[in-house]
């Protein structure tokens, strides 16, 4: 098997003749490769008949399309592609640069700013409201996991299970018993944080993809216990009618007591998406606050700390349990609640809406993000749910694209959109480094 | 008794099949020491392409069975290789040398693309396919019971044995197998004396993905169906058992699989079958707590 990508010829200067034959002959291996990996799949579709049997129809037509495309893009860019040498930095000019690198620090806050005033400026278009409030349920979960895989290093392929437990949680405790959202959201925090414990124990002595693959069969696990307890959580059909969330006792309805005729106002089903995009707001600034505050108490040192080296830790006499086990059982919390949150939104749920496409979503998230960077988190969510909106026309090639996205978001920025880190502690000026120089846990491999 | 052999049986030719998948993810982690997420697909890809040979071949009527067997198996092993080859060459390589999760996070973007790809490709409904090779033997009756052995799990467990002598044999024998195992203990100092690293680790993944393609066969003809989802759970069995036979290690990833298959085949017949993925994951989860580097790993000690 040949590679048809010789490296860049970084000696040739650039504008030097271009070998027309070689670019044509690398063409001409792409489009090979292309259909041999197209042929079957593309350039053959098969159907169930009428007999229940499969019947095959060919389609050249595609077939054909995508090999040429293949053969034409590959030809451009062997032609082209010494004009791509160009440093990225030289590509964006200076001006944008430095206007983009004054305002960086007020990003936050103006981040903050637009999401509060988002009820009001959107107000007469609960689409967009909904959206916002998906958005910002994405934002809270990756700030939970956050302090899982970006603080404490702790690679969770299974977060998810926790934002199930919290979901399950609040739906059965609140139809069963009765209690109020507000009573029922901690008690799902706390349900979910135990589930983390849960979790945690077993898991203490293992590190890296060993870790990630237990937690992800830890989700599995929850998943399939939620599909299969039939009497308990309903199984496949999940749970319905799951109360929603009260202002102060009084309900989002038209009824007379209700929110909007206490206050004198005509009745609107935008109240309660306002409400709710409130309530997803100040959770996950709640969960924001205490994790910057946790960065600089001793338990975030330390989980930073254990990130970098946790043999190194160890010498310093730091409990690595007690820390592993509080960024599981912090992180599941903030998940439970995000969880707790979703149940009363929806107000239906199964099984189906916790399947590991959630947590690869969410951990998406925080690694495209930048791990560690709270800013991140709040950009990635926000670029990603745009784009889904953005191809919900085009519904099927939605998770293809996704995917794609993924693929080359991370090619292009390995260290995702937010690559700069800020010390949480240092002697005199906090100064941002690059996330390279302080991360070195590096894959091996010649670099 | 006899519902046990018989349980026994069905287990080991499972086991099998998981114990193919799991050679190419134990290979790939023994390398570059990445989980490639997308292996799973790889193998949904290559039951895929496997089925689609088949119709291919029933259309230009080539309907004897072991001919069409043999052209199916090997189209599908060099395109699904292919696939594993330009997995690597797009989403992989690129990513070499940095930093722990990008990999990962890469490899998880490639499954969700396999997986929509083929679903888009092929359509979302399960694809049945008549079963092609029937009979089998009755061993012995007792009880009221028959244990049976059939043709197909004659074929899948002989199939596997031949490629594990095989591939065993690549490994322990060849050139590319000494590069493979220098690249496994120190890709730095492999590159060093001369082995061309990138060229190993593409290897690597086109043997894996072409074993895939194997037990992507083998799954189809004994189930008889498949459809675009088969490959996570097939996925993160197969990496269970990688992970219980001890990662790096091949016999480990054999024995692996056939334990997993063995566990989940037993524990549907005599507990039950809602749980039996549960058994499957809590197995992984015991084992790794008592034996952190599976049953052949070698324990990974690290210096300071």
Known sequence: MSDPSPAPREDE??????????????????????????????????????????????????????????????????????????????????????????????????????????????????????????????????????????????????????????AYSYALIAQD?????????????????????????????????????????FGEIIRLVLLNWQNLTGGPNGISGIPRPSFFGLPFTASENGFAATFGLNYSPTHRFVFLYYIILALALLTNWVTLRLRRLPIGRAWEALREDEIACRALGINTTTTKLTAFALGAMFGGFAGAFFATRLSFISPESFSFTESALVLAIVVLGGMGSQLGVVLAATVMFSGFEFFRQF???????????????????????????????????????????????QSLGPA | MEYFVQQLINGITLGSIYGLIAIGYTMVYGI?????????????????????????????????????????????????????????????????????????????????????YVQIAQGARVKPLPPLVQGGYTLFEGNNFAVRLSNIQIIVVVATVVLMAGFSYLVARTRLGRNMRACEQDLKMAALVGIDVDRTISLTFVIGAALAAVAGLMFLLYYGVVDFFIGFLAGVKAFTAAVLGGIGSLPGAMIGGILIGLIETMWSAYFSIEYKDVAAFAILIVVLIFLPTGLMGRPEVEKV
């Open chain 1, 177 to 217: 018993f009765g209690l109020s959202f507000w009573v029922c959201l901690p008690l799902a925090g706390i349900l979910a944080a135990f589930a983390g414990l849960l979790l945690g124990f077993p898991v203490l002595r293992l590190r890296g993809d060993y870790l990630a693959i237990v937690t992800l069969g």
């Open chain 1, 395 to 441: 519904d099927q090639y939605r998770m293809l694209v996704f995917g794609a996205a993924m693929v080359a978001i991370i090619l292009y920025r390995p260290r995702g959109l937010v690559s700069t880190r800020k010390a949480s502690i240092s002697l005199h000026r906090r100064r941002e480094i690059p996330t390279d120089a302080v991360d070195r846990t």
């Open chain 2, 32 to 116: 570059i020491g990445m989980i490639n997420f997308a292996h799973g697909d790889i193998f949904m890809v290559g039951a895929f392409l496997a089925l689609i040979a088949f119709l291919v071949l029933v259309a230009f009527g080539i309907t004897a069975v072991p001919l069409a067997l043999l052209i199916v198996l090997l189209v599908s092993m060099a395109l699904t290789a292919l696939y594993g080859w330009t997995v690597e060459r797009i989403a992989y390589r690129p990513l070499r040398g940095s930093f722990r999760l990008a990999p990962l996070i890469s490899a998880i973007g490639m499954s969700i693309v396999l997986q929509n």
């Open chain 1, 13 to 166: 200067p650039a504008g030097a003749r271009v070998d027309l034959l070689a670019a044509l002959k690398e063409a001409v291996i792409t489009a090979a490769v292309a259909f041999g990996l197209f042929a079957l799949l593309i350039g053959v579709r098969t159907e169930q008949g009428p007999t229940g049997a499969l019947i095959i129809t060919t389609r050249f037509g595609p077939l054909a399309a995508f090999v040429a495309t293949a053969f034409v893009g590959r030809f451009i860019f062997a032609m082209t592609r010494h004009r791509f040498t160009v440093p990225a930095k030289f590509l964006v000019p200076q001006a944008i640069r430095q206007a983009a690198a004054a305002f960086s620090p007020y990003l936050a806050g103006a981040l903050l700013v637009f999401a509060l005033v988002v009820p009001v400026v959107f107000y007469g278009n609960s689409y967009l409201l909904d959206l916002a409030i998906q958005i910002v349920t994405y934002i809270m979960l990756g700030f939970g996991l956050n302090i899982v895989v970006g603080l404490a290093g702790l690679l969770d392929l299974g977060y998810v299970a926790f934002y199930a437990v919290g």
